[in-house]
C-alpha cells in the first residue's frame, strides 16, 4: 500500500463530524482527487470499524498505516476517540481511499464521530 494525496490530516482540536444524537447528516462526502466525482460515505460503517479495522489489514500494512497517521500505543486518535480505519473508493475512477476516524462512545449506543484522515492509497510498492 502506498499513500497519495491527503484531503484530510489529523488535528488535536478539530471538532466532531458527526453525533448519533443529534446530527441530522448520516453521511460525509469529499471530492475525489482523480475526477470530478463525489464519494459519499456514512458514519455508521465507520463506528462498525473501531475493533476490526485492524484484521483487515496485513502485518506490513497495518504497520504503515500507523505510521503514516503516527497513531500511537493506547488506540487513540488525536480526538480522544478509539482509533476506527476503513476504506472506500471512487465509482468513478475506482480511486481508493483511507478513512481514519476517532469514534468516542460518550453514552450507552450514542457516538461522536471525528474525522482524522482521508487519503489516496494504491497497492502500488516500490
Known amino acids: 500500500?502506498?499513500?497519495?494525496?491527503?484531503?484530510?490530516?489529523?488535528?488535536?482540536?478539530r471538532q466532531p463530524d458527526f453525533n448519533s444524537?443529534?446530527?441530522i447528516e448520516k453521511?460525509?462526502?469529499?471530492?475525489?482527487?482523480?475526477?470530478?466525482?463525489?464519494?459519499?460515505?456514512?458514519y455508521n460503517s465507520i463506528i462498525g470499524k473501531v475493533f476490526c479495522w485492524h484484521e483487515e489489514f496485513d502485518e506490513k500494512t497495518y504497520t504503515k498505516i500507523k505510521q503514516f497517521y503516527d497513531m500511537n500505543a493506547v488506540n487513540k486518535t488525536p480526538d480522544?476517540?478509539?482509533?476506527?480505519?476503513?476504506?472506500?473508493?471512487?465509482?468513478?475512477?475506482?480511486?481508493?481511499y483511507l478513512i481514519y476516524a476517532g469514534v468516542r462512545e460518550y453514552y450507552n449506543s450514542l457516538y461522536k464521530i471525528t474525522l482524522q484522515g482521508i487519503t489516496e492509497i494504491s497497492d502500488e510498492s516500490n
Open 1 to 13: 500500500m502506498e499513500f497519495g494525496k491527503s484531503i484530510l490530516s489529523p488535528d488535536y482540536f
Open 21 to 23: 444524537l443529534d446530527s
Open 27 to 42: 453521511t460525509f462526502n469529499f471530492d475525489c482527487v482523480n475526477c470530478p466525482k463525489t464519494i459519499v460515505k456514512e
Open 80 to 96: 480522544g476517540g478509539l482509533t476506527a480505519v476503513d476504506m472506500c473508493f471512487c465509482e468513478n475512477c475506482q480511486t481508493q
